[in-house]
């Protein structure tokens, strides 16, 4: 059986840790599959939400294994903390920088570490740390190279580009912002709804649109206190817009609009209880200006929720062959304000339509088992060229 290394910049929650998850999980019916981070993550990773057995460690896992006086320096730094967190997370400091060689070992690790494996299949952003050395180092073994990109691509000098065998993106146009390499070849796998029984049993609205939803980090990069502006200047008295998350803007937020009754804040909610949130509203919102995908899109196409959305990442091309057109401006109140107006006129036959839509074209394009076919058949071909 092929071995693959799912390797990238894997941690705790988001849209990478899932996504690593069910490729492992995907292709762990053809192939003997491992994961790898260059990060650091916890038995609380939604990477082991597909498989509490999956074979998942860290490259500071590895570099503490083998190198005693590293692991003795990270001890040090792991009791200076308190001890929070895993040991092996504090291996990468300054002491170990300077006078231990840790850069020098650890791309020692990562020469070792690919060699073991038939196939390199990374999962991250083009800019993440190691990205070059690591392919480096795989295709002078001669290692098939897999690369699934995450985040926006912007422009850079990625000198590796043309040793990849096969990019992975959610969407055309993140591939377009790589057309200018002349050796660019990728595929077009958009994410899936991982919790899509459920999601699919989500009941549709019946009459009206008033209960709207943020789901995502709340940061200032997603444009959630802007468009909560918007919602309380263009909103009935009888809507909600709830907010589903964390991040470094919550407890603000929280306190802003503690006294309003329009917004109501839920902080992170667990996948297993996604279907009962999207049973209490009636439409999605995607606020923010730079995403790959967000995967929350295909969640809520599952449920046959209305979405109302930036064009932002893949959600154009999801949305093309639907009845969900409605888009608004990044930060632009008066084009919110057009879009929202117009859903809240929807009659029930019409929220029926599109939600109908939604959930059609999902099964069609984006459901759990044709995802999980593009991995196998992509992986294959790779294998075989």
Same mark, same amino acid.
């Given at each position: 059986?092929?071995?693959? *290394?799912?390797?990238?910049?894997? =941690?705790?929650?988001?849209?990478?840790?899932?996504?690593?998850?069910?490729?492992?999980?995907? *292709?762990?019916?053809?192939?003997?599959?491992?994961?790898?981070?260059?990060?650091?993550?916890?038995?609380?990773? /939604?990477?082991?939400?597909?498989?509490?057995?999956?074979?998942?460690?860290?490259?500071?896992?590895?570099?503490? /294994?083998?190198?005693?006086?590293?692991? @003795?320096?990270?001890?040090?730094?792991?009791?200076?903390?308190?001890?929070?967190?895993?040991?092996?997370?504090?291996?990468?400091?300054? #002491?170990? $920088?300077?006078?231990?060689?840790?850069?020098? $070992?650890?791309?020692?690790?990562? $020469?070792?570490?690919?060699?073991?494996?038939?196939?390199?299949?990374?999962?991250?952003?083009?800019?993440?740390?190691?990205?070059?050395?690591?392919?480096?180092?795989?295709?002078?073994?001669?290692?098939?190279?897999?690369?699934?990109?995450?985040?926006?691509?912007?422009?850079?000098?990625?000198?590796?580009?043309?040793?990849?065998?096969?990019?992975?993106?959610?969407?055309?146009?993140?591939?377009?912002?790589?057309?200018? !390499?002349?050796?660019?070849?990728?595929?077009?796998?958009?994410?899936?709804?991982?919790?899509?029984?459920?999601?699919?049993?989500?009941? *549709? @609205?019946?009459?009206?649109?008033?209960?709207?939803?943020?789901?995502?980090?709340?940061?200032?990069?997603?444009?959630?206190?802007?468009?909560?502006?918007? !919602?309380?200047?263009?909103?009935?008295?009888?809507?909600?817009?709830?907010?589903?998350?964390?991040?470094?803007?919550?407890?603000?937020?929280?306190?802003?609009?503690?006294? @309003?009754?329009? +917004?109501?804040?839920?902080?992170? #909610? &667990?996948?297993?209880?996604?279907?009962?949130?999207?049973?209490? #509203?009636?439409?999605?919102?995607?606020?923010?200006?730079?995403?790959?995908?967000?995967?929350?899109?295909?969640?809520?196409?599952?449920? =046959?929720?209305?979405? +109302?959305?930036?064009?932002?990442?893949?959600?154009?091309?999801?949305?093309?062959?639907?009845?969900?057109?409605?888009? !608004?401006?990044?930060?632009?109140?008066? @084009?919110?304000?057009?879009? !929202?107006?117009?859903?809240?006129?929807?009659?029930?036959? &019409?929220?029926?339509?599109?939600?109908?839509?939604?959930?059609?074209?999902?099964?069609?394009?984006?459901?759990?088992?044709?995802?999980?076919?593009?991995?196998?058949? +992509?992986?294959?071909?790779?294998?075989?060229?």
């Amino acid at each position: 059986m092929k071995k693959i *290394l799912i390797i990238g910049p894997i =941690g705790d929650f988001g849209g990478r840790e899932l996504e690593s998850g069910f490729m492992a999980s995907a *292709l762990s019916s053809n192939y003997d599959v491992d994961i790898c981070t260059t990060g650091s993550l916890s038995r609380k990773s /939604q990477v082991f939400n597909f498989n509490k057995k999956q074979k998942v460690f860290s490259l500071a896992d590895l570099v503490c /294994q083998q190198y005693l006086v590293l692991k @003795s320096v990270a001890l040090l730094s792991y009791v200076k903390n308190s001890c929070k967190g895993g040991l092996s997370s504090y291996v990468n400091n300054n #002491i170990a $920088k300077k006078y231990f060689n840790y850069k020098k $070992k650890t791309l020692f690790i990562v $020469k070792e570490l690919v060699a073991q494996y038939d196939v390199i299949f990374i999962c991250a952003q083009l800019s993440s740390s190691l990205m070059n050395d690591i392919i480096t180092f795989a295709k002078l073994n001669n290692k098939k190279i897999l690369f699934r990109t995450t985040g926006t691509i912007n422009d850079g000098n990625f000198e590796y580009i043309e040793k990849v065998n096969s990019f992975i993106h959610h969407s055309k146009v993140n591939a377009n912002n790589l057309k200018k !390499f002349k050796n660019h070849d990728y595929t077009i796998i958009d994410q899936c709804a991982f919790n899509e029984k459920e999601l699919l049993n989500v009941s *549709l @609205s019946k009459s009206g649109v008033h209960n709207f939803l943020i789901l995502g980090r709340l940061s200032p990069e997603k444009g959630v206190e802007e468009l909560i502006s918007f !919602f309380l200047q263009v909103c009935l008295k009888n809507d909600t817009l709830y907010l589903a998350g964390n991040g470094p803007l919550e407890n603000y937020l929280r306190d802003r609009y503690k006294e @309003s009754d329009n +917004i109501k804040f839920l902080g992170f #909610i &667990e996948s297993e209880h996604l279907s009962d949130l999207f049973n209490r #509203i009636d439409c999605l919102i995607i606020c923010s200006p730079e995403e790959s995908g967000p995967l929350v899109g295909v969640e809520s196409m599952a449920a =046959g929720k209305l979405i +109302i959305s930036t064009r932002v990442g893949a959600m154009a091309e999801r949305l093309e062959n639907t009845l969900n057109q409605f888009w !608004f401006d990044y930060n632009d109140l008066e @084009s919110f304000k057009k879009t !929202f107006q117009i859903v809240q006129l929807l009659n029930h036959d &019409e929220m029926k339509s599109i939600s109908n839509s939604l959930r059609d074209y999902y099964l069609k394009e984006y459901s759990l088992d044709k995802i999980k076919k593009k991995y196998l058949i +992509i992986v294959n071909e790779v294998l075989n060229k």
